[in-house]
């Protein structure tokens, strides 16, 4: 099993809408949590970290929930421009991070 | 505001040969890592360096050798490359060991054994 799970996907969705991605971890022991957007053939990049209390970055809302050791990433109203690929990380102590393979989102006009 | 740089971009090597990857920070970063990425698979870590002058292996160091030139510079090192190397390479860096402001990433090296 891996340790970071996600859906690869793909979700195809139109402009306008509201898509949710879940992530799944499998170490009790991680301590930080973050989302990465990655662009076809390019590198990824730090799009928000997920705090337990949750947060929101515009039309962006990550979540923490400890218990069931999952965390989801919420985008409203969708654009074109967020067709990526979403990376779930998540870290534990010693340098250990651990990326999912992430998951892919096509927003179509 | 170059943030990380990588060089080369595309890299095809025959099995066997030798290469060097070479990334640069400017971001006055302490954390330095090298990671590929392959098709299905999250991005896999394959050494770092907490701070200038030490180095760690991560989950896959073999066949790869590091050095941490210096604050700024960290170069990965193919010695004798093979077809399961092939892979995109990203060089990544943070301010601290915490890492909790998250990874600053290089644009990525294609690299193809044949």
């Known amino acids: 099993r891996k340790e970071v799970e996600q859906d690869p996907g793909p979700f195809n969705v139109p402009e306008g809408a509201t898509v949710a991605f879940n992530c799944t971890y499998s170490?009790?022991?991680?301590?930080?949590f973050f989302w990465y957007r990655q662009d076809c053939r390019k590198e990824p990049k730090l799009l928000m970290s997920v705090y337990s209390s949750g947060n929101e970055d515009g039309r962006f809302t990550a979540q923490l929930n400890r218990a069931s050791q999952y965390i989801s990433l919420l985008i409203r109203d969708s654009k074109l421009s967020d067709s990526a690929t979403y990376l779930c990380?998540?870290?534990?102590?010693?340098?250990?991070?651990?990326f999912g393979a992430g998951t892919r989102l096509f927003v179509k006009a | 505001n170059a943030g990380v740089t990588q060089t080369p971009k595309f890299q095809v090597l025959k099995t066997g040969q030798s290469m060097t990857l070479q990334c640069a920070q400017d971001?006055?970063?302490?954390?330095m890592y090298w990671y590929r990425q392959d098709p299905g698979m999250g991005l896999r870590l394959i050494y770092y360096s907490a701070s200038e002058g030490t180095t760690d292996k991560g989950e896959v160091p073999n066949g790869y050798n590091v050095s941490r030139l210096n604050k700024r510079e960290f170069s990965l090192r193919l010695e004798s490359a093979a077809p399961s190397q092939t892979s995109v390479y990203f060089c990544a860096s943070s301010e601290g060991a915490s890492r909790t402001e998250g990874y600053t990433f290089g644009s990525g090296t294609r690299l193809t054994v044949v």
């Open positions: 990380v998540a870290l534990t102590g010693g340098f250990k991070t651990i």
């Open positions: 971001m006055n970063h302490n954390s």
């Open positions: 170490n009790s022991a991680s301590q930080s």
